[in-house]
């Protein structure tokens, strides 16, 4: 089984630098860049904002839960 698993891994490995190129000619213009940068800001911005509107509400809730009973009676010792 050891011998099955490390010839999967060899061949893997070598089917990989056999696809990849070995040498990429890139080029990004001003435009590209501004537009990366664009997106980078939004997901970021976007991102604080949803964890600060589920924040919000998870704050409630646990603020619900240990919040004081204001009519006299005890959660767990109610009278029956």
Same mark, same amino acid.
Do not use: C, E
């Given at each position: 089984?050891?011998n099955?698993?490390?010839?999967?891994?060899?061949?893997?490995?070598?089917?990989?630098?056999?696809?990849?190129p070995?040498?990429?000619?890139?080029?990004?213009?001003?435009?590209? %860049?501004?537009?990366?940068?664009?997106?980078?800001?939004?997901?970021?911005? %976007?991102?604080?904002?949803?964890?600060?509107?589920?924040?919000?509400?998870l704050?409630?809730?646990?603020?619900?839960?240990?919040?004081?009973?204001?009519?006299?009676?005890?959660?767990?010792?109610?009278?029956?």
């Amino acid at each position: 089984m050891y011998n099955i698993r490390m010839l999967f891994n060899f061949l893997y490995i070598a089917l990989t630098f056999l696809v990849l190129p070995s040498r990429v000619d890139a080029y990004l213009d001003p435009g590209s %860049g501004s537009l990366l940068v664009q997106v980078l800001i939004g997901a970021i911005l %976007g991102s604080l904002y949803y964890v600060r509107l589920h924040w919000n509400k998870l704050a409630n809730f646990f603020a619900s839960l240990f919040r004081k009973n204001t009519d006299g009676k005890n959660k767990n010792n109610q009278t029956k």
